[in-house]
Protein backbone atom coordinates (compact mmCIF):
# COMPACT_ATOMS: atom_id res chain seq x y z
CA UNK A 1 0.00 0.00 0.00
CA UNK A 2 1.26 3.67 -0.77
CA UNK A 3 1.86 5.56 2.61
CA UNK A 4 1.20 9.04 2.89
CA UNK A 5 4.29 10.71 4.49
CA UNK A 6 2.85 12.53 8.21
CA UNK A 7 4.17 15.71 7.45
CA UNK A 8 2.16 16.40 4.77
CA UNK A 9 -0.96 15.16 5.95
CA UNK A 10 -3.29 17.68 7.89
CA UNK A 11 -3.85 16.78 11.85
CA UNK A 12 -7.66 16.26 10.88
CA UNK A 13 -9.44 15.51 7.79
CA UNK A 14 -11.29 18.78 7.37
CA UNK A 15 -14.99 17.35 5.16
CA UNK A 16 -16.27 21.33 5.32
CA UNK A 17 -16.45 23.21 1.76
CA UNK A 18 -14.55 23.90 0.02
CA UNK A 19 -12.34 20.48 0.47
CA UNK A 20 -9.45 19.91 -0.26
CA UNK A 21 -6.87 17.51 -0.49
CA UNK A 22 -4.95 15.83 3.06
CA UNK A 23 -1.92 15.65 0.92
CA UNK A 24 -0.85 18.33 -1.03
CA UNK A 25 2.41 19.52 -2.55
CA UNK A 26 2.74 22.27 0.01
CA UNK A 27 1.64 20.74 2.74
CA UNK A 28 -1.25 22.78 2.87
CA UNK A 29 0.67 25.69 4.21
CA UNK A 30 0.49 27.61 0.79
CA UNK A 31 -2.81 29.58 0.07
CA UNK A 32 -3.64 31.06 -3.81
CA UNK A 33 -3.79 34.75 -3.64
CA UNK A 34 -7.02 34.29 -5.47
CA UNK A 35 -9.94 31.53 -5.55
CA UNK A 36 -12.89 30.80 -7.48
CA UNK A 37 -15.93 29.56 -6.92
CA UNK A 38 -14.50 26.94 -9.92
CA UNK A 39 -11.58 26.09 -7.76
CA UNK A 40 -12.86 25.92 -4.11
CA UNK A 41 -15.74 22.82 -5.22
CA UNK A 42 -13.76 21.16 -8.00
CA UNK A 43 -13.65 18.16 -5.23
CA UNK A 44 -16.64 18.11 -4.02
CA UNK A 45 -18.39 18.62 -7.89
CA UNK A 46 -15.99 15.59 -8.82
CA UNK A 47 -17.14 13.51 -6.08
CA UNK A 48 -20.69 14.23 -6.07
CA UNK A 49 -20.61 13.50 -9.81
CA UNK A 50 -19.08 10.23 -9.34
CA UNK A 51 -21.57 9.07 -6.30
CA UNK A 52 -24.42 10.07 -8.58
CA UNK A 53 -23.32 8.11 -11.73
CA UNK A 54 -22.52 5.21 -9.27
CA UNK A 55 -26.37 5.67 -7.55
CA UNK A 56 -27.61 4.87 -11.26
CA UNK A 57 -25.64 2.34 -12.16
CA UNK A 58 -26.25 0.38 -9.17
CA UNK A 59 -30.12 1.36 -9.29
CA UNK A 60 -29.64 -0.41 -12.90
CA UNK A 61 -27.98 -3.37 -11.47
CA UNK A 62 -30.67 -4.01 -8.34
CA UNK A 63 -33.05 -3.70 -10.60
CA UNK A 64 -31.36 -6.86 -12.87
CA UNK A 65 -30.17 -8.49 -9.77
CA UNK A 66 -34.23 -8.67 -9.49
CA UNK A 67 -34.46 -10.44 -12.66
CA UNK A 68 -32.24 -13.12 -11.98
CA UNK A 69 -34.37 -14.08 -8.66
CA UNK A 70 -37.40 -15.33 -10.60
CA UNK A 71 -37.43 -19.08 -10.71
CA UNK A 72 -40.46 -19.14 -13.45
CA UNK A 73 -39.33 -19.91 -17.07
CA UNK A 74 -40.53 -16.25 -18.96
CA UNK A 75 -44.53 -17.21 -20.82
CA UNK A 76 -44.11 -15.42 -23.98
CA UNK A 77 -40.61 -16.62 -24.55
CA UNK A 78 -41.78 -20.39 -23.86
CA UNK A 79 -44.95 -19.97 -26.36
CA UNK A 80 -42.57 -18.30 -29.22
CA UNK A 81 -40.44 -20.83 -29.08
CA UNK A 82 -42.83 -24.10 -28.19
CA UNK A 83 -44.11 -22.75 -31.77
CA UNK A 84 -40.58 -22.87 -33.35
CA UNK A 85 -39.89 -26.32 -32.16
CA UNK A 86 -43.73 -27.16 -33.90
CA UNK A 87 -43.02 -25.50 -37.02
CA UNK A 88 -39.67 -27.66 -36.91
CA UNK A 89 -40.98 -30.99 -36.36
CA UNK A 90 -42.93 -30.72 -38.76
CA UNK A 91 -40.16 -30.23 -41.25
CA UNK A 92 -37.98 -32.36 -39.65
CA UNK A 93 -38.63 -35.44 -42.20
CA UNK A 94 -38.11 -34.07 -45.02
CA UNK A 95 -35.24 -32.12 -44.11
CA UNK A 96 -33.88 -35.48 -42.97
CA UNK A 97 -34.38 -37.42 -46.85
CA UNK A 98 -32.43 -34.36 -48.13
CA UNK A 99 -29.36 -34.78 -45.96
CA UNK A 100 -29.29 -38.29 -46.70
CA UNK A 101 -29.06 -37.50 -50.19
CA UNK A 102 -26.21 -35.33 -49.53
CA UNK A 103 -22.46 -36.11 -50.36
CA UNK A 104 -21.04 -38.43 -47.71
CA UNK A 105 -18.03 -36.51 -47.46
CA UNK A 106 -20.01 -33.82 -45.24
CA UNK A 107 -21.41 -36.41 -43.20
CA UNK A 108 -20.24 -35.71 -39.86
CA UNK A 109 -20.72 -31.77 -40.18
CA UNK A 110 -24.70 -33.01 -41.20
CA UNK A 111 -24.44 -35.25 -37.90
CA UNK A 112 -23.95 -32.05 -35.89
CA UNK A 113 -26.46 -29.98 -37.75
CA UNK A 114 -29.16 -32.85 -37.62
CA UNK A 115 -28.69 -33.53 -33.72
CA UNK A 116 -29.43 -29.44 -32.72
CA UNK A 117 -31.78 -29.13 -35.85
CA UNK A 118 -34.26 -31.79 -34.68
CA UNK A 119 -33.73 -31.62 -30.68
CA UNK A 120 -36.83 -29.35 -29.83
CA UNK A 121 -35.26 -25.92 -27.99
CA UNK A 122 -37.77 -25.35 -25.29
CA UNK A 123 -36.76 -28.62 -23.21
CA UNK A 124 -33.01 -27.26 -23.73
CA UNK A 125 -33.97 -23.54 -22.72
CA UNK A 126 -36.05 -24.74 -19.58
CA UNK A 127 -32.74 -27.00 -18.57
CA UNK A 128 -30.07 -23.94 -18.82
CA UNK A 129 -32.99 -21.70 -17.38
CA UNK A 130 -31.90 -21.81 -13.43
CA UNK A 131 -27.98 -22.41 -14.40
CA UNK A 132 -28.07 -19.05 -16.34
CA UNK A 133 -30.67 -17.25 -13.56
CA UNK A 134 -27.74 -18.20 -11.16
CA UNK A 135 -24.65 -17.28 -13.19
CA UNK A 136 -26.63 -13.96 -13.52
CA UNK A 137 -27.23 -13.58 -10.17
CA UNK A 138 -23.26 -13.95 -9.16
CA UNK A 139 -22.07 -12.12 -11.47
CA UNK A 140 -24.51 -8.92 -10.82
CA UNK A 141 -23.83 -9.48 -7.38
CA UNK A 142 -19.82 -9.55 -7.50
CA UNK A 143 -20.26 -6.23 -10.32
CA UNK A 144 -22.32 -4.43 -6.78
CA UNK A 145 -19.73 -5.34 -4.77
CA UNK A 146 -17.02 -4.28 -7.48
CA UNK A 147 -18.52 -1.18 -8.10
CA UNK A 148 -18.69 -0.18 -4.46
CA UNK A 149 -15.00 -0.82 -3.59
CA UNK A 150 -14.33 0.93 -6.75
CA UNK A 151 -16.06 4.27 -6.33
CA UNK A 152 -14.75 4.01 -2.86
CA UNK A 153 -11.37 3.78 -3.38
CA UNK A 154 -11.64 6.58 -5.94
CA UNK A 155 -13.17 9.23 -3.48
CA UNK A 156 -10.73 8.10 -1.11
CA UNK A 157 -7.63 8.60 -3.60
CA UNK A 158 -9.18 12.19 -4.22
CA UNK A 159 -9.58 13.33 -0.31
CA UNK A 160 -5.87 11.79 0.62
CA UNK A 161 -4.42 13.08 -2.37
CA UNK A 162 -3.12 10.06 -4.46
CA UNK A 163 -1.95 12.28 -7.77
CA UNK A 164 0.25 14.95 -6.08
CA UNK A 165 1.73 11.88 -3.94
CA UNK A 166 2.60 9.56 -6.51
CA UNK A 167 3.72 12.69 -8.51
CA UNK A 168 5.93 13.91 -6.06
CA UNK A 169 7.23 10.19 -5.43
CA UNK A 170 8.26 9.77 -9.10
CA UNK A 171 10.10 13.08 -8.92
CA UNK A 172 12.16 11.75 -5.82
CA UNK A 173 12.92 8.78 -7.68
CA UNK A 174 13.64 10.81 -11.14
CA UNK A 175 15.65 13.13 -8.97
CA UNK A 176 18.41 10.21 -7.97
CA UNK A 177 18.93 9.74 -11.72
CA UNK A 178 19.19 13.39 -12.55
CA UNK A 179 16.02 14.00 -13.97
CA UNK A 180 13.83 17.02 -13.41
CA UNK A 181 10.44 18.31 -13.57
CA UNK A 182 10.98 20.95 -16.50
CA UNK A 183 13.99 19.24 -18.17
CA UNK A 184 12.88 15.66 -17.72
CA UNK A 185 9.05 15.49 -17.48
CA UNK A 186 8.33 12.84 -19.80
CA UNK A 187 10.49 10.40 -17.92
CA UNK A 188 9.21 11.35 -14.53
CA UNK A 189 5.92 11.15 -16.43
CA UNK A 190 6.54 7.14 -17.75
CA UNK A 191 7.42 6.57 -14.22
CA UNK A 192 4.56 8.16 -12.61
CA UNK A 193 2.16 5.58 -14.76
CA UNK A 194 4.38 2.99 -13.82
CA UNK A 195 3.38 3.30 -10.17
CA UNK A 196 0.60 3.94 -10.69
CA UNK A 197 -0.13 1.09 -13.15
CA UNK A 198 1.36 -1.18 -10.61
CA UNK A 199 -1.04 0.14 -7.87
CA UNK A 200 -4.05 -0.29 -10.35
CA UNK A 201 -2.77 -3.71 -11.05
CA UNK A 202 -2.37 -4.53 -6.76
CA UNK A 203 -5.74 -3.53 -6.36
CA UNK A 204 -7.69 -4.79 -9.17
CA UNK A 205 -5.88 -8.32 -8.45
CA UNK A 206 -8.21 -9.96 -5.92
CA UNK A 207 -11.56 -8.82 -7.57
CA UNK A 208 -9.47 -10.68 -11.12
CA UNK A 209 -9.04 -14.28 -9.24
CA UNK A 210 -12.16 -14.36 -7.74
CA UNK A 211 -14.50 -13.11 -10.83
CA UNK A 212 -12.17 -16.04 -12.99
CA UNK A 213 -11.11 -19.12 -10.58
CA UNK A 214 -13.88 -18.13 -8.22
CA UNK A 215 -16.98 -17.41 -10.31
CA UNK A 216 -16.53 -18.84 -13.69
CA UNK A 217 -14.90 -22.23 -12.47
CA UNK A 218 -18.45 -22.00 -10.04
CA UNK A 219 -20.37 -22.46 -13.69
CA UNK A 220 -17.81 -24.81 -15.57
CA UNK A 221 -16.62 -21.39 -17.51
CA UNK A 222 -13.33 -21.28 -16.53
CA UNK A 223 -10.31 -22.99 -18.43
CA UNK A 224 -7.37 -21.00 -17.40
CA UNK A 225 -4.83 -21.74 -14.89
CA UNK A 226 -3.16 -19.68 -12.40
CA UNK A 227 0.45 -20.01 -14.61
CA UNK A 228 -1.79 -18.43 -17.53
CA UNK A 229 -3.33 -15.74 -15.74
CA UNK A 230 -0.20 -14.64 -14.55
CA UNK A 231 1.49 -15.35 -17.53
CA UNK A 232 -1.26 -12.60 -19.37
CA UNK A 233 -0.37 -10.08 -17.00
CA UNK A 234 2.98 -10.42 -17.49
CA UNK A 235 2.61 -9.79 -21.47
CA UNK A 236 0.23 -7.46 -20.77
CA UNK A 237 2.79 -5.14 -18.62
CA UNK A 238 5.63 -5.76 -21.16
CA UNK A 239 2.61 -4.80 -24.29
CA UNK A 240 2.29 -1.37 -22.16
CA UNK A 241 5.90 -0.98 -21.62
CA UNK A 242 6.85 -1.92 -25.78
CA UNK A 243 3.23 0.30 -26.99
CA UNK A 244 2.26 2.17 -24.57
CA UNK A 245 5.29 4.16 -23.28
CA UNK A 246 6.04 5.67 -26.66
CA UNK A 247 3.00 6.48 -27.07
CA UNK A 248 2.26 8.77 -24.13
CA UNK A 249 6.03 10.18 -24.86
CA UNK A 250 5.01 11.25 -28.47
CA UNK A 251 1.73 12.90 -27.63
CA UNK A 252 3.70 14.31 -24.81
CA UNK A 253 6.10 15.72 -26.91
CA UNK A 254 3.59 17.05 -29.53
CA UNK A 255 1.46 18.75 -26.86
CA UNK A 256 4.97 20.50 -25.75
CA UNK A 257 5.91 21.63 -29.85
CA UNK A 258 2.32 22.36 -31.18
CA UNK A 259 1.74 25.25 -29.61
CA UNK A 260 -1.67 27.14 -29.06
CA UNK A 261 -2.98 24.55 -31.69
CA UNK A 262 -1.49 21.45 -30.18
CA UNK A 263 -4.91 19.51 -30.13
CA UNK A 264 -4.75 19.56 -34.00
CA UNK A 265 -1.54 17.59 -34.00
CA UNK A 266 -2.87 15.46 -31.40
CA UNK A 267 -6.17 14.70 -33.16
CA UNK A 268 -3.78 13.46 -36.16
CA UNK A 269 -1.15 11.25 -34.28
CA UNK A 270 -4.01 9.30 -32.10
CA UNK A 271 -5.47 8.70 -35.02
CA UNK A 272 -2.68 7.88 -37.12
CA UNK A 273 -2.15 5.78 -34.10
CA UNK A 274 -5.64 4.03 -34.16
CA UNK A 275 -4.85 2.79 -37.65
CA UNK A 276 -1.65 1.27 -37.28
CA UNK A 277 -2.68 -0.82 -33.62
CA UNK A 278 -6.25 -1.92 -35.95
CA UNK A 279 -3.82 -3.31 -37.96
CA UNK A 280 -0.44 -4.86 -35.82
CA UNK A 281 -3.04 -6.05 -32.51
CA UNK A 282 -4.55 -8.94 -34.83
CA UNK A 283 -1.44 -9.71 -36.34
CA UNK A 284 1.35 -9.15 -33.49
CA UNK A 285 -0.05 -8.76 -30.21
CA UNK A 286 -3.22 -11.56 -30.45
CA UNK A 287 -0.96 -14.33 -31.53
CA UNK A 288 0.52 -13.87 -28.20
CA UNK A 289 -1.68 -14.63 -26.03
CA UNK A 290 -3.74 -17.27 -28.69
CA UNK A 291 -3.04 -19.81 -31.14
CA UNK A 292 -4.75 -18.98 -34.70
CA UNK A 293 -5.45 -21.99 -37.17
CA UNK A 294 -6.75 -21.64 -40.77
CA UNK A 295 -10.52 -22.98 -40.81
CA UNK A 296 -10.74 -26.45 -42.10
CA UNK A 297 -11.66 -26.96 -46.11
CA UNK A 298 -15.64 -27.75 -45.70
CA UNK A 299 -19.27 -27.18 -46.19
CA UNK A 300 -18.80 -24.31 -42.86
CA UNK A 301 -16.06 -22.65 -45.15
CA UNK A 302 -17.80 -22.68 -48.26
CA UNK A 303 -21.08 -21.44 -46.72
CA UNK A 304 -19.49 -18.13 -45.04
CA UNK A 305 -17.34 -17.11 -47.90
CA UNK A 306 -20.85 -17.39 -49.74
CA UNK A 307 -22.36 -15.24 -47.36
CA UNK A 308 -19.35 -12.49 -47.29
CA UNK A 309 -19.73 -12.73 -51.01
CA UNK A 310 -23.30 -11.71 -50.93
CA UNK A 311 -22.37 -8.81 -48.75
CA UNK A 312 -19.46 -7.96 -50.75
CA UNK A 313 -17.49 -8.58 -47.77
CA UNK A 314 -13.83 -8.27 -48.73
CA UNK A 315 -13.12 -11.58 -46.84
CA UNK A 316 -9.36 -12.73 -47.25
CA UNK A 317 -8.87 -15.03 -44.49
CA UNK A 318 -10.71 -17.54 -42.04
CA UNK A 319 -9.40 -18.42 -38.77
CA UNK A 320 -10.11 -20.89 -35.55
CA UNK A 321 -8.58 -19.29 -32.29
CA UNK A 322 -7.86 -21.67 -29.12
CA UNK A 323 -9.98 -19.54 -26.77
CA UNK A 324 -10.92 -22.91 -25.17
CA UNK A 325 -7.72 -23.29 -23.06
CA UNK A 326 -9.25 -19.80 -21.24
CA UNK A 327 -12.93 -20.17 -21.29
CA UNK A 328 -15.69 -22.44 -22.66
CA UNK A 329 -17.92 -19.17 -23.63
CA UNK A 330 -17.80 -18.88 -27.39
CA UNK A 331 -17.64 -15.97 -29.42
CA UNK A 332 -16.54 -15.24 -33.36
CA UNK A 333 -15.55 -11.40 -34.34
CA UNK A 334 -13.86 -10.26 -37.06
CA UNK A 335 -11.19 -7.34 -37.89
CA UNK A 336 -9.01 -5.74 -40.76
CA UNK A 337 -8.57 -3.42 -42.48
CA UNK A 338 -9.72 -1.40 -46.12
CA UNK A 339 -10.08 -4.98 -48.34
CA UNK A 340 -7.97 -7.15 -46.20
CA UNK A 341 -10.72 -8.76 -43.81
CA UNK A 342 -10.07 -11.58 -41.58
CA UNK A 343 -13.25 -13.76 -39.41
CA UNK A 344 -12.20 -15.63 -36.58
CA UNK A 345 -13.91 -18.50 -34.72
CA UNK A 346 -13.36 -19.59 -31.21
CA UNK A 347 -13.03 -23.20 -31.24
CA UNK A 348 -15.65 -23.75 -28.69
CA UNK A 349 -18.48 -22.12 -31.32
CA UNK A 350 -17.39 -24.93 -33.60
CA UNK A 351 -18.12 -27.33 -30.85
CA UNK A 352 -21.78 -25.57 -29.43
CA UNK A 353 -23.91 -24.61 -32.18
CA UNK A 354 -24.41 -26.26 -35.59
CA UNK A 355 -23.27 -24.30 -38.88
CA UNK A 356 -26.40 -22.65 -39.61
CA UNK A 357 -26.19 -21.10 -36.59
CA UNK A 358 -22.60 -19.83 -36.77
CA UNK A 359 -23.91 -18.37 -39.99
CA UNK A 360 -26.15 -16.66 -38.57
CA UNK A 361 -24.18 -15.52 -35.62
CA UNK A 362 -21.94 -14.17 -38.42
CA UNK A 363 -24.51 -12.70 -40.48
CA UNK A 364 -25.23 -10.59 -37.44
CA UNK A 365 -21.59 -9.18 -36.93
CA UNK A 366 -21.43 -8.79 -41.08
CA UNK A 367 -24.58 -6.57 -40.97
CA UNK A 368 -22.85 -4.26 -38.85
CA UNK A 369 -20.35 -3.70 -41.39
CA UNK A 370 -22.74 -3.78 -44.43
CA UNK A 371 -24.41 -1.36 -42.88
CA UNK A 372 -21.76 1.00 -41.41
CA UNK A 373 -21.76 0.84 -38.38
CA UNK A 374 -18.08 0.26 -37.84
CA UNK A 375 -16.81 3.13 -39.79
CA UNK A 376 -19.33 4.89 -38.17
CA UNK A 377 -17.96 3.69 -34.73
CA UNK A 378 -14.73 4.53 -35.90
CA UNK A 379 -15.36 8.14 -37.24
CA UNK A 380 -17.77 9.05 -33.85
CA UNK A 381 -14.69 8.19 -31.90
CA UNK A 382 -12.31 10.28 -34.03
CA UNK A 383 -14.41 13.21 -33.72
CA UNK A 384 -15.17 12.42 -30.10
CA UNK A 385 -11.59 12.60 -29.31
CA UNK A 386 -10.59 15.75 -31.67
CA UNK A 387 -12.99 17.75 -29.58
CA UNK A 388 -11.78 16.37 -25.91
CA UNK A 389 -8.29 17.78 -27.02
CA UNK A 390 -9.75 20.76 -28.14
CA UNK A 391 -11.64 21.68 -24.68
CA UNK A 392 -8.62 20.24 -23.26
CA UNK A 393 -6.57 23.11 -24.90
CA UNK A 394 -9.30 25.36 -23.56
CA UNK A 395 -8.78 24.50 -19.70
CA UNK A 396 -5.07 23.37 -20.39
CA UNK A 397 -3.70 26.56 -18.14
CA UNK A 398 -6.27 26.32 -15.48
CA UNK A 399 -4.07 26.42 -12.15
CA UNK A 400 -7.34 26.57 -10.40
CA UNK A 401 -8.35 23.06 -10.86
CA UNK A 402 -4.61 21.87 -10.62
CA UNK A 403 -4.21 23.49 -7.39
CA UNK A 404 -7.69 22.61 -5.93
CA UNK A 405 -5.87 18.47 -6.24
CA UNK A 406 -3.33 19.33 -4.46
CA UNK A 407 -1.02 20.61 -7.11
CA UNK A 408 -0.66 23.78 -5.06
CA UNK A 409 2.65 24.66 -5.28
CA UNK A 410 2.68 27.51 -8.08
CA UNK A 411 7.12 27.37 -8.26
CA UNK A 412 6.42 23.91 -9.67
CA UNK A 413 5.33 23.22 -13.34
CA UNK A 414 2.04 21.58 -13.95
CA UNK A 415 2.58 17.77 -15.06
CA UNK A 416 0.75 17.86 -18.89
CA UNK A 417 -0.04 14.25 -17.48
CA UNK A 418 -1.88 15.25 -14.66
CA UNK A 419 -3.70 18.20 -16.32
CA UNK A 420 -4.95 15.92 -18.93
CA UNK A 421 -6.38 13.15 -15.97
CA UNK A 422 -7.71 15.61 -14.06
CA UNK A 423 -9.37 17.10 -17.12
CA UNK A 424 -10.98 13.96 -18.18
CA UNK A 425 -11.85 13.16 -14.82
CA UNK A 426 -13.76 16.33 -13.66
CA UNK A 427 -14.84 18.68 -16.72
CA UNK A 428 -14.82 16.16 -19.28
CA UNK A 429 -16.32 13.32 -17.33
CA UNK A 430 -20.02 14.69 -17.63
CA UNK A 431 -19.67 14.92 -21.34
CA UNK A 432 -18.13 11.68 -21.40
CA UNK A 433 -20.63 9.67 -19.60
CA UNK A 434 -23.71 11.30 -20.92
CA UNK A 435 -22.31 10.44 -24.44
CA UNK A 436 -21.87 7.16 -23.07
CA UNK A 437 -25.54 6.98 -21.94
CA UNK A 438 -26.50 7.75 -25.22
CA UNK A 439 -24.75 5.36 -27.17
CA UNK A 440 -25.81 2.77 -25.01
CA UNK A 441 -29.61 3.70 -25.71
CA UNK A 442 -29.07 3.69 -29.51
CA UNK A 443 -27.43 0.70 -29.90
Known amino acids: KILLPIHCIHPTMDFTLPLTPQYTQTGGTTKAATS ?38 PRELETTVGNI ?4 KSSAAAADNKKEESSKSSSDDDKKDKVDRNAPILPQLKSKFSHAQSYGLDKINFSIFSSTYAVTEEVVFLLYGF ?3 VWDKACTVGAKYGWTETEHEIKITLLFLGIVTIVGTITSLPFELYSTFEIEKKHGFNKQTLGLFFTDKLKGFVLSAVFGAPFVALLLKIIFMGGDKFYLYVWAFTFVFSVIMMTLV ?6 LFNKYEKLPDGPLKDSIYELAGKLSFPLTKLFVMDGSKRSSHSNAFMFGFMKNKRIV ?15 AILGHELGHWKMGHTVTNFVVTQVYTGFMFYFFSLCYNSHELYRAFGFDDESRPIPTIIALVLFTSTIWAPVDKTLSFIMTVHS
Do not use: C, W
Not at 85 to 88: K, Q, V
Open 36 to 73: SLFGDYAIAATILFTLVVFLFEAYLNFRQRKSYHKIDF
Open 85 to 88: DRET
Open 163 to 165: LPY
Open 282 to 287: PVVIMP
Open 345 to 359: LFDTLLSQVSNDEIL
